[in-house]
């Protein structure tokens, strides 16, 4: 064999070696490990957030998206009827019953609760988790079924947690009508998340994130860099209260105050000092209960 052909196959067996790094390397992002549903019901009650839900009313759902992917959902009316509705994102690797904890919330003040599976998540068919460029328009597809279903004077708003708190930001590209958002612990550009924890999770230099992004768009269908819900802001009107634990050390707080600072509408941002990635409720539910409350309260009072 001739010097040139050796060449020839080091190089191709470099090349797929490089090819197939980086598609495992994506696919560390795009599908993760998930918690099944029955998993995070029972750590739900091991951290006390489970409280009467097996009492309360609930109705399964089936929501077709906008590509006709379903999604699970659960629907909790409140206690005594009302026209005040919230739907409630979960983070990455979660389902709907992580939501629980913020689902009592709003449960208590008398909102209508929809909390549902995120796309890959939970009881939904498995497949390719977008990091939100996806799961945003699915969020779109659950308020305009809300509308349909309960009419177009309802009184909706959103709490979303990391990532499902991101897509929420996102999916303000489409300027969907709603009264509130709580964000809490999200990402302002998901290049600055991944670059932040590639050495400290994965022990990688920053820069392979960058060839990660095209690999990820190409095997995916989304880059890293694309997804910058910063950008949404710019000419939102809706008010936001931004929440984030000082010690977030995965999605550090530095994400909300960018937010906090580029939205045009009425935001607030709540710091807790305490708490780490998606624990600021857990760290301190009554001031969590009273920063949600009075921000509600304020919000309907400016809208009369």
């Given at each position: 064999?001739?010097?040139?052909?050796?060449l020839g196959i080091l190089v191709i067996v470099s090349l797929v070696?490089?090819?197939?790094?980086?598609?495992?390397?994506?696919?560390?992002?795009?599908?993760?490990?998930?918690?099944?549903?029955?998993?995070?019901?029972?750590?739900?009650?091991?951290?006390?957030?489970?409280?009467?839900?097996?009492?309360?009313?609930?109705?399964?759902?089936?929501?077709s998206s906008y590509d006709g992917y379903i999604l699970h959902a659960?629907?909790?009316?409140?206690?005594?009827?009302?026209?005040?509705?919230?739907?409630?994102?979960?983070?990455?690797?979660?389902?709907?019953?992580?939501?629980?904890?913020?689902?009592?919330?709003?449960?208590?003040?008398?909102?209508?609760?929809?909390?549902?599976?995120?796309?890959?998540?939970?009881?939904?068919?498995?497949?390719?988790?977008?990091?939100?460029?996806?799961?945003?328009?699915?969020?779109?597809?659950?308020?305009?079924?809300?509308?349909?279903?309960?009419?177009?004077?309802?009184?909706?708003?959103?709490?979303?947690?990391?990532?499902?708190?991101?897509?929420?930001?996102?999916a303000l590209r489409e300027t969907p009508r709603l009264q509130f958002?709580?964000?809490?612990?999200?990402?302002?550009?998901?290049?600055?998340?991944?670059?932040?924890?590639?050495?400290?999770?994965?022990?990688?230099?920053?820069?392979?994130?960058?060839?990660?992004?095209?690999?990820?768009?190409?095997?995916?269908?989304?880059?890293?860099?694309?997804?910058?819900?910063?950008?949404?802001?710019?000419?939102?009107?809706?008010?936001?209260?931004?929440?984030?634990?000082?010690?977030?050390?995965?999605?550090?707080?530095?994400?909300?105050?960018?937010?906090?600072?580029?939205?045009?509408?009425?935001?607030?941002?709540?710091?807790?000092?305490?708490?780490?990635?998606?624990?600021?409720?857990?760290?301190?539910?009554?001031?969590?209960?009273?920063?949600?409350?009075?921000?509600?309260?304020?919000?309907?009072?400016?809208?009369?």
């Amino acid at each position: 064999m001739k010097v040139w052909q050796i060449l020839g196959i080091l190089v191709i067996v470099s090349l797929v070696g490089v090819l197939f790094f980086l598609y495992r390397l994506t696919a560390y992002v795009a599908k993760p490990a998930y918690h099944t549903v029955d998993d995070t019901a029972r750590f739900m009650k091991d951290q006390g957030f489970w409280r009467d839900y097996d009492a309360m009313k609930k109705e399964e759902w089936r929501i077709s998206s906008y590509d006709g992917y379903i999604l699970h959902a659960t629907y909790l009316p409140a206690a005594e009827p009302g026209d005040q509705y919230v739907i409630i994102s979960h983070g990455y690797t979660s389902n709907r019953m992580g939501s629980l904890k913020y689902m009592h919330l709003f449960h208590e003040l008398g909102y209508n609760c929809l909390i549902y599976d995120n796309r890959s998540h939970g009881d939904n068919r498995r497949g390719v988790c977008t990091m939100g460029k996806r799961e945003s328009s699915d969020l779109l597809a659950l308020i305009r079924y809300v509308y349909q279903r309960f009419g177009d004077d309802i009184y909706l708003g959103l709490h979303g947690e990391s990532m499902g708190a991101a897509l929420q930001i996102m999916a303000l590209r489409e300027t969907p009508r709603l009264q509130f958002i709580v964000n809490d612990c999200g990402f302002a550009r998901l290049m600055d998340v991944i670059t932040h924890n590639a050495g400290k999770i994965l022990h990688l230099p920053r820069w392979i994130c960058y060839p990660a992004s095209l690999a990820s768009l190409c095997y995916f269908g989304f880059s890293y860099t694309e997804l910058n819900p910063l950008d949404a802001l710019k000419e939102n009107r809706i008010p936001i209260c931004f929440i984030h634990g000082a010690k977030d050390d995965f999605i550090p707080c530095s994400h909300s105050e960018q937010m906090h600072a580029a939205t045009q509408g009425y935001s607030e941002l709540h710091l807790f000092p305490e708490a780490e990635h998606a624990l600021s409720i857990d760290s301190d539910e009554k001031r969590y209960a009273q920063i949600v409350r009075e921000f509600l309260k304020k919000i309907k009072e400016t809208t009369k």
